[in-house]
């Protein structure tokens, strides 16, 4: 007797997503392409020693997909600093209803400077008042 096994080789994404990335200098990248790249795209426009200050700091890509698209999307990020201690802070963002979008959080200028680099986030996305996904870094508890 023949046996038939069948192999998927399609990958499954996230609903949630989320990719972090710290600038923590002022200065064009000249290392990895990915680095560089993304040093350069955070940098771009700012002309003065000032602003390109104002743009070190912490940002997230945030996208999902496969929601209902008829319902608003939320976006709730919580997150501690470095200066803050336990305390926990908030950030709610809404969409348009769409079952699949993304945008960028950041963690810049003054709040970065006075209350320094978050240490632990957790993402919820919410597809319309249904909680559907939570990324979390790994010191969230």
């Not at 023949?2 to 399609?10: A, E, F, K, P, T």
């Not at 989320?18 to 002022?26: E, S, Y």
């Not at 699949?100 to 993402?123: C, D, H, P």
């Amino acid at each position: 007797m023949m046996g038939v096994g069948l192999i998927s080789c399609g990958t499954s994404r996230d609903t949630l997503r989320v990719r972090q990335f710290n600038l923590q200098d002022t200065k064009p990248s000249t290392g990895h392409e990915f680095i560089r790249s993304e040093t350069n795209r955070r940098l771009h426009g700012a002309v003065s020693e000032r602003e390109r200050e104002e743009r070190l700091g912490q940002y997230y890509d945030v996208s999902w997909q496969k929601l209902s698209g008829v319902k608003p999307v939320k976006v709730v990020f919580e997150y501690r600093q470095i200066r803050t201690g336990a305390k926990v802070r908030k950030q709610v963002f809404v969409r348009k209803p769409a079952a699949s979008g993304k945008f960028e959080i950041q963690v810049t200028g003054a709040n970065y400077r006075t209350n320094g680099r978050v240490l632990a986030w957790q993402m919820s996305l919410y597809d319309g008042a249904e909680k559907v996904a939570v990324k979390r870094s790994y010191l969230w508890n």
